[in-house]
């Protein structure tokens, strides 16, 4: 992998990831752009004791432009876009309209290809495992940021989801403070802990594997279930068999194994609801340890793929209940959707 580093012409850190050594990267953004200010900051609620990110200049970020007017395509033609080059093969920086900056961490965007028409399904195996060395590499550096307590990788796919640009990419938050959700689950796994001796995430995977009714895909190195307790209609966790507190600790087994896994998990979501459907919506969360969390060893790496959709034509909202009070219903038993991806297997 050869990493170049530049800086667009309102002085946001642009990231060139290339799978071959040779690719030269000296494109300069020609744009008569104004220096980013940012209004982003943290309240704290003290009744629920979590954080939230107040960031008003984000109501001006670009709305759904037509695909020749993308800003996340190459420069070509002479339309410049956030990315200078004419091609690149992965490419991050800085988002122009962050949630979160300065003292109250970091956004990124994660480009995962050059061509405006496809998905992170439709990358080869090559590009989709130089994808997961740039989650680590962006994990490492963010780490390095003192605002950053916690780095999380993510995709948002399909406007159902509240996609705003259609080209293929994902985010990287760097949080100045651990979530809620992995607090909860660090405390989960404290308690259990204390209970068993055990590791709670360990016993989680062992005890998937053993049922099997719910395991997806049982790879060397890796293996994706439907939780016993899934809140969305079709969801799964996809963990390495080796737990490790974040991705740059997977070894090179794991890392090499990822790609086709993965790969035939989301196309397997994009078959789900039938041919003629349109792509499936989903949320792809990758799950890492805190950099300072007391118990951060015990902590597993793991990446939660979800779709808000229930059923053809369908979608499952987040209403009373859920919103409300934040406990989940879920239409779909999860032993029917695990059989569901099943069936959908490639032939």
């Known amino acids: 992998m050869k990493k170049t580093a530049t800086r667009l012409a309102d002085g946001r850190e642009l990231i060139y990831y290339d799978a071959h050594g040779d690719a030269v990267r000296d494109a300069v953004d020609q744009r008569p752009l104004d220096p980013i200010t940012t209004r982003s900051g943290i309240r704290h609620d003290p009744l629920l004791g979590d954080d939230v990110a107040v960031a008003s200049h984000r109501q001006g970020r670009t709305y759904h432009p037509p695909a020749d007017e993308c800003p996340l395509c190459p420069s070509r033609d002479g339309r410049h876009t956030e990315i200078p080059a004419a091609d690149y093969d992965v490419a991050v920086f800085e988002n122009r309209f962050p949630s979160l900056a300065g003292e109250s961490g970091r956004c990124e965007v994660v480009c995962f290809t050059a061509d405006h028409d ?180 015990d902590f597993a790496l793991h990446l939660e793929l979800f779709t808000i959709r229930r059923t053809s034509g369908k979608l499952k909202f987040l209403a009373g209940s859920e919103s409300g009070m934040n406990v989940f219903i879920n239409d779909v038993p999860p032993e029917a959707a695990a059989e569901r991806l099943r069936e959908v297997a490639s032939k």
């Open 118 to 297: 496809a998905s992170f399904a439709d990358l080869s195996l090559e590009r989709a495992g130089l994808v997961l060395d740039v989650w680590a590499d962006r994990t490492v550096e963010l780490s390095r940021l003192p605002a950053v307590e916690q780095v999380f990788c993510f995709e948002n796919r399909g406007r159902e989801i509240g996609v705003t640009l259609g080209h293929p990419h994902g985010q990287i938050y760097g949080y100045p403070f651990v979530t809620p959700r992995t607090r909860r689950m660090l405390d989960s796994v404290a308690a259990h802990h204390e209970r068993t001796g055990r590791n709670l995430f360990d016993d989680v995977v062992a005890g998937e594997l053993a049922d099997g009714e719910r395991v997806v895909i049982d790879g060397e190195h890796w293996t994706a279930f439907v939780p016993y307790a899934a809140h969305w209609p079709y969801e799964v966790h996809l963990y390495p068999k080796r737990r490790v507190a974040d991705l740059t600790e997977l070894d090179d087994a794991a890392r090499k194994e990822f790609p086709q896994v993965y790969l035939e998990l989301l196309q397997r979501f994009d078959r789900i609801f039938g041919e003629g459907e349109p792509s499936t919506p989903y949320i792809a969360a990758w799950h890492q340890a805190p950099f300072t969390a007391v118990n951060r060893r």
